[in-house]
């Protein structure tokens, strides 16, 4: 089961992407943005129990789709190691995230990825 709400606030739009254990929050913006680009994915999560068994690959390439299908060439995340371990980095390179910033520390890293439109 999949659920998904879109909100929208002038031309931001915001959707909320869910299934039974894990959930993606995506704003797509009208314009380039300071970070770079018009497609930001923020607040993948999963609950910890249901981890490797492809729920968050899923809502992942759910929203991926959604800002494909709007026109958006690319999307942009953040990692962070103070919130994240380091094998969440590894796994969202192995989907097709490159690094664009990366901090001195390797605690910090802008990712994205090119759409195909």
């Not at 299934?19 to 009208?30: K, T, W």
Request: charged share 25%.
């Amino acid at each position: 089961m999949q659920f998904e709400q879109k909100q929208t606030w002038g031309e931001l739009t915001r959707w909320i992407i869910a299934n039974e254990q894990a959930s993606v929050i995506m704003e797509l913006h009208p314009k380039k943005q300071c970070w770079g680009g018009t497609a930001w994915i923020y607040s993948l999560w999963t609950n910890e129990a249901a981890r490797l068994h492809g729920y968050a690959k899923e809502v992942l390439e759910r929203a991926e789709n959604m800002a494909t299908n709007a026109g958006h060439k690319s999307v942009f995340l953040e990692w962070k190691l103070k919130h994240t371990p380091k094998a969440v980095l590894e796994w969202y390179e192995r989907r097709g995230y490159q690094k664009r910033i990366w901090s001195e520390n390797e605690d910090y890293c802008l990712l994205e990825k090119q759409l195909k439109v």
